[in-house]
């Protein structure tokens, strides 16, 4: 996929946290524990302590009825049997109330033989309509969009020019509230469409859509899933799912295609709102690295400018097009990622599915970490190692071969010019570059770009020269 791969968010609609699922009946979800009531009371701290009041001790349990006899006096309150009335004094008091509205008499010791209460119960409720998923992420709160500078932005060095047009150049190409929201329609009506024809298909929202990476010209990527059949080759089988959509897909736009690489993917514009949508098929890695995605994209404010102005960046150069045999935008984010976690000290990031603990804080600005990106890359020992997020390091080509040689579905081959790995079904997410002329168009780029704004620090020192 283009953009890198989707965040389901929680099942709630909002957005503070990983884990999109979009599509209802489809994302397993962890069931929920039982506990008996004994343990639900030490856990909550219900006991007896001394007299027995509310705190640690031994939990105290609810006894069945033996026979039902009229309660000989208020320490026995709605069935709860116990010789401590502190238990019980609400329920008591409640008792107490009652007897002197009927009798006048306010006395403790008083038998409430003649008070009668019944438990009714509750008339159901209406069960809601569960709202589909992309009708909660149109009713939920948009996290993305930067609206205001951060405080440490500049720092009165030489370096706040640059970093001043970073950010404004970042800003103004972010993905809009406006084009989130266009989105989430579209997939609400190709979701709604979808299912009414083809009930078993679940369809996702994955990439930059969702990751806090998008663009406002970025496409919208969408997995189509289907249950995989055993005795048909992955491959093969989005291939025929595809070209039932793709009938479809052609009622609106006539010049969709389907194009047959690797991961098949069927692409189509809708016309109406200006969107660009690439949709396969059982791709599900996708889902899994756009929550890996949307994780990075929060732990830092400068991590998603810089992935954005790289964007920028390779597009102006023309090396932002997979399709061209040049790098993908979800390549280039990964480069970003990878970069700050070993690339500049103490590093931005940390390896993937690392625990949080205490690091030393990277304090450089956005310029100098844009400007030491480039120089990275334009020193990276590329014919002996990849770049990989899951290891937060260099890998070793050969390694990354000798696994591919072992794996189902996996190719050495594709281990060639330029490595990047993808973190969880670790393959090349740069196998697109595999012409030595376009890589080193590619190299070309980041050397000459680093040569021209280490020297004029203005960020159009890095973009083509005419």
Known sequence: MNEGAPIVYHGNGGFEGPGIYMIPGHVERQTPRHYPLEMLQVMGGLGSRGGGSPGHGTPR????????????????????????????????????????????????????????????????????QRRIAPERYLSAAYPFQVKFTPDDLLNGSKWDTLSQEIWDKFVKSQQTEETFRKKMNLWRYLYITIKSIFPRYGLYVVGST????????????????????????????????????????????????????????????????????????NNVVGIRNTNLLYCYSRMDWRVRPLVAITKLWARAHRINDARRRTLSSYALTLMVLHFLQCGTSPAVLPRAGEAARPRPHNRCTLAELFLQMLKYYAEFPYEQMAVSVRAARRVPVWECRARAALAPHADPSHWKLLCVEEPFDLTNTARSVYDPETFEKIVTTFRESYARLSAGLRLQDAWPQR
Not at 99 to 128: F, L, M, N, P, Y
Not at 235 to 249: G, K
Request: hydrophobic share 30%; net charge neutral; glycine share 8%.
């Open 210 to 281: 969702m990751s806090g990476f998008g663009l406002d010209s970025s496409d919208m990527d969408l997995c189509l899933y289907v249950r995989a059949l055993a005795d048909l080759e992955p491959r093969a089988h989005a291939l025929l799912h595809l070209n039932y959509i793709l009938n479809y897909i052609k009622s609106f736009d006539p010049g969709a295609e389907l194009i047959q690489a690797k991961v098949p993917i069927l692409k189509f514009r809708d016309e109406r709102n200006g969107l660009q949508v690439d949709l396969n098929c």
């Open 61 to 128: 349990r609810w006894q069945p009825r033996k026979e039902r006899q009229p309660p000989k006096t208020d320490n026995t309150a709605f069935g709860y049997d116990s010789d401590d009335s502190s238990l019980s004094s609400n329920a008591s008091g409640s008792n107490k109330s009652s007897d002197k509205a009927i009798s006048g008499e306010g006395s403790r010791d008083r038998e409430v033989g003649t008070v009668s209460r019944e438990w009714r119960g509750r008339g159901r409720r209406e069960q809601r």
